[in-house]
């Protein structure tokens, strides 16, 4: 009992010490503000490329949108002025932001903004907003952005999770530390070695590139972080919405005169309907009548049997020749809501 005293003391001192000095030494205030910090700078080339294409259609979407629509081609085929916003691993939130801080902040504004998607992506405002996501997604905010941190970050924390957020800084500038000490482990050795933070960085592109792993690891991979999508409270639609960002996406589209398009995208895990859950088939449906409600327009390609298998490189994202038929099938479906 008593070397357990001992121990729990010296813990208790420990924490102490490390709440005393941790705030000091990382120049973060106490207690800490509820969620992330944003830091980094937004990223004005978004911005920059929106005004210099004087876009009347501007897209935005994650990887499935960089492999899948050529903009050039799309353009040509539409008659319309096309931007293309591709941002390979983002998701919702960087979507809101995108409306928000790019396409609705310029003198000329798109006339229509697609949003390509997948599933319930649309209303899990959680889901790529941490570690390497969370600089993805920062580059697209400002630090008045608060609506941003509270659906993407605080609303998804318990209350014990926000006090330990905001009176424990082993915790709450958990992410702050472990990138520390991640650049002192990856890059203290090498240095000592004559090799450089450029030549580390080369050393671990090349070794660890996607070309040197197997790829079953690969999409076993994306299929665990997937599956978060797919619990019953991320396909329950009626509960997510009102929590997620796309209510403000709408608000943000109709006081700026813009048309929003919600384009499901295909993938190789449901190629036909009848293939999907029935709570998929339920989200589904209540996202429709959300979309007709609210006056935007849907447009579905996700069991497009134009769509094969022999045009997709993985389960999601389509090769050259796949890019060609989706941008085709997709200017095809925008045409005549262009000509409106």
């Given amino acids: 009992m008593l070397s357990f005293r ?73 008659g319309r002025k096309v931007y293309k916003l591709d941002i390979p691993g983002s998701a919702s939130a960087a979507w809101y932001l995108a409306i928000k801080n790019v396409f ?11 949003v390509t998607f997948r599933d319930t992506i649309l209303t899990v405002p959680g889901y790529r907003v941490n570690g390497k996501y969370f600089d993805l997604v920062s580059q697209l905010a400002t630090p008045q952005d608060e609506f941003f941190l509270q659906r993407a ?4 924390m318990s209350l014990p ?21 991640d650049h002192a482990t990856r890059y203290a050795v090498p240095a000592l070695l004559g090799c450089d933070a450029a030549c580390n960085d080369q050393a671990n592109v090349t070794v660890f590139g996607g ?36 209510p403000e996406m709408v608000r943000i589209a109709r006081s700026n005169n813009i048309q929003l398009i919600l384009v499901r995208t295909k993938h190789l895990d449901d190629l036909s309907e009848a293939s999907e859950s029935a709570a998929l088939q339920g989200y589904i449906q209540a996202l429709k009548a959300y979309a007709a409600g609210n006056k935007l327009i849907y447009i579905d390609f996700s069991h497009d049997p134009r769509l094969t298998k022999d045009l997709y490189f ?10 060609a038929v989706f941008t085709q099938i ?11």
């Fill in 330 to 340: 997709l200017a095809e479906a925008l045409l005549p809501i262009l000509k409106q």
């Fill in 153 to 156: 970050f605080i609303q998804e």
């Fill in 104 to 114: 609705a902040a310029v003198p000329h504004k798109p006339r229509y903004v697609i």
């Fill in 6 to 78: 001992r121990y729990a003391f010296l813990m208790f001192v420990l924490l102490l010490a490390a709440t005393l000095y941790l705030p000091w030494r990382l120049g973060v205030a106490y207690p800490k503000t509820l969620g992330p910090t944003l830091t980094d700078p937004f990223h004005a080339a978004y911005k920059t490329g929106l005004v210099k294409s004087q876009a009347d259609v501007a897209l935005i979407g994650d990887s499935i949108l960089h492999y899948g629509v050529d903009p050039a081609r799309l353009a040509q085929l539409t």
């Fill in 314 to 323: 993985d389960n999601y994202h389509t090769n050259k020749a796949g890019m």
């Fill in 211 to 246: 070309d040197n792993l197997d790829q079953n690891l690969l999409v076993d991979a994306v299929a665990s972080a997937e599956s978060y999508l797919y619990t019953p409270d991320r396909l329950d639609f009626d509960r997510q919405v009102g929590q997620s960002f796309l």
């Fill in 161 to 181: 999770e926000q006090l330990a957020d905001q009176y424990l800084p082993l915790y709450g500038s958990r992410l702050n530390l472990r990138e520390k000490i």
